[in-house]
């Protein structure tokens, strides 16, 4: 059984860091397709960013995050990180972590995009107070 872990989360002041992790165990795929959420209260979850690693490393950001977030694997392909920089009261939120099979970077982009990854974690509440 597939089971996905995130965390790493907690609260900082606007302009600090955080970094986010995110183990998959139970699995033995080598084609990984893995991405990030987010959900704030009374709003609907929204994409953050993704990742694909065959023939090279795909990355996805929302715009939102661009340039100030990075997500990247480790080696095993188990783990996925996301270094989040000059954050934002407005990115408050529990983030999610979710983990899904693909042979392409196209069709794993559109997982992402489309929120189609079969197996998510629970979440880890980032705060961030102005």
């Known amino acids: 059984q597939v089971q996905v872990l995130e965390f790493g989360g907690g609260s900082v002041q606007a302009g600090g860091s955080l970094n986010l992790s995110c183990v998959v165990s139970?699995?033995?795929?080598?084609?990984?397709?893995m991405g990030w959420y987010r959900q704030a209260p009374g709003n609907q979850r929204e994409r953050v960013a993704g990742?694909?690693?065959?023939?090279?490393?795909?990355?996805f950001y929302a715009d939102s995050v661009k340039g100030r977030f990075t997500v990247f694997q480790d080696s095993s392909n188990k783990m996925l990180f996301l270094l989040m920089n000059s954050l934002k009261p407005e990115d408050t939120a529990m983030y999610y972590c979710?983990?899904?099979?693909?042979?392409?970077?196209?069709?794993?982009?559109?997982?992402?995009?489309?929120?189609?990854?079969?197996?998510w974690g629970q979440g880890t509440q980032v705060t961030v107070s102005s």
């Open positions: 979710a983990a899904g099979w693909s042979d392409h970077w196209d069709d794993c982009r559109t997982l992402w995009m489309t929120s189609d990854l079969r197996f």
């Open positions: 139970g699995s033995s795929w080598r084609e990984t397709c």
């Open positions: 990742f694909y690693r065959n023939h090279g490393d795909f990355e």
